[in-house]
């Protein structure tokens, strides 16, 4: 079955950076659209990047131009670059392959556990 392993959490200073893995088993990530999500305290979880099948990727605008999705095929991972972040950036980030449905996008389900990450001021 599909399992998805999210790491590279932690806690950094505002204008840091962080580099988040996502480690994909039971699929493969260059035939998937995959994404990041993010859940923070009292809030929906919502999709900040995306990287589909023939490799083209979409941001929300909060992270446009900050954020950098990737992924080695060779290492069957996904990854996500975080520069200059922002406490407002703190939640716990998940990836999850994407289903497109109806002209949006959807997750799986398949995420893991999540990384926290925390961005102090």
């Known amino acids: 079955q599909v399992q998805l392993v999210e790491s590279g959490g932690g806690l950094v200073q505002a204008g840091g950076s962080l580099r988040l893995s996502c480690a994909a088993s039971?699929?493969?990530?260059?035939?998937?659209?995959m994404g990041w999500y993010r859940q923070a305290p009292g809030k929906l979880r919502e999709l900040v990047a995306r990287i589909v099948s023939d490799g083209s990727t979409n941001y929300a605008d909060s992270v446009k131009g900050r954020f950098t999705i990737s992924r080695d095929n060779a290492k069957n991972t996904v990854y996500l670059q975080m520069n200059n972040l922002k406490p407002e950036d703190t939640a716990v980030y998940y990836c999850?392959?994407?289903?497109?449905?109806?002209?949006?996008?959807?997750?799986?389900?398949?995420w893991g556990q999540g990384t926290q990450v925390t961005v102090s001021s």
């Open positions: 999850d392959r994407l289903l497109f449905r109806g002209n949006s996008w959807l997750p799986s389900g398949s």
């Open positions: 039971g699929m493969l990530v260059r035939l998937n659209n």
